[in-house]
């Protein structure tokens, strides 16, 4: 099973800020991550997937990079509800699996 | 507009049999495939099994085979989830996702959750 270990654990940013979120995976997975964002009593969301496309709906301050073991979700101007926890998920291995998330909290 | 709406929150004993469902609408059906995913009180994520409905293909976490059944009727667009002796441990927030691409991919639209509490 590939492990997904996310970082840091816990972001507390301002607004207009800009977030770095990682996701580094136990093994190659090339591109097949996604990332989602659930914010709290709410189902998970599709925010990228293919490691660096933008789902339906999502605004262009989202951003997705990287390849491999190492990738990186960036929000690149912090708004009041970017808050919540992010998770990334590879498709590469079965079963897929989600790495443990991380806590964004906006100032 | 693509739509995965779940049955209600369920409170059940220990030991008792439950059958939690997904229905979708919006899209064909029996073109994607149906995830469920657990996620226990504060915790993430666990993917827990897949089906596809164009000819009912059916697999399994290697943590949730046994323990659970997945199941669908395309008749009626509908996936299903269920346990037949629930234990206190299956306490938590269950969803359902489509499948955006193929069997093991990411869950491109989900539904609202079914909360699963299970107690004495």
């Known amino acids: 099973e590939i492990v997904l270990t996310q970082s840091p654990g816990t972001l507390s940013l301002s607004p207009g800020e800009r977030a770095t979120l990682s996701c580094r995976a136990s093994?190659?997975?090339?591109?097949?991550l996604a990332w989602y964002q659930q914010k709290p009593g709410q189902a998970p969301r599709l925010l990228i997937y293919?490691?660096?496309n933008r789902a339906t709906g999502i605004p262009d301050r989202f951003s997705g990079s990287g390849s491999g073991t190492d990738f990186t979700l960036t929000i690149s101007r912090l708004e009041p509800e970017d808050c919540g926890v992010y998770y990334c998920?590879?498709?590469?291995?079965?079963?897929?699996?989600f790495g443990q998330g991380t806590k964004l909290e906006i100032k | 507009e693509v739509q995965l709406v779940q049955s209600g929150a369920e409170v059940k004993k220990p030991g008792e049999s439950l059958k939690i469902s997904c229905k979708g609408s919006?899209?064909?059906?029996?073109?994607?495939?149906i995830a469920w995913v657990r996620q226990m009180p504060g915790k993430g994520l666990e993917w827990m099994g897949i089906?596809?409905?164009?000819?009912?293909?059916?697999r399994y976490s290697p943590s949730f085979q046994g323990q659970v059944t997945i199941s669908g009727d395309k008749s009626i667009n509908t996936a299903y989830l269920q346990w037949s002796s629930l234990k206190a441990s299956d306490t938590a927030m269950y969803y359902c996702?489509?499948?955006?691409?193929?069997?093991?991919?990411?869950?491109?639209?989900w539904g609202q959750g079914t909360l699963v509490t299970v107690s004495s």
């Open positions: 996702a489509r499948l955006g691409l193929g069997g093991y991919s990411y869950g491109d639209y």
């Open positions: 919006g899209y064909s059906f029996t073109n994607y495939w």
């Open positions: 089906i596809y409905f164009g000819d009912s293909d059916t």
């Open positions: 093994q190659s997975i090339i591109s097949y």
């Open positions: 293919g490691a660096s």
């Open positions: 998920q590879q498709y590469a291995g079965s079963p897929p699996t």
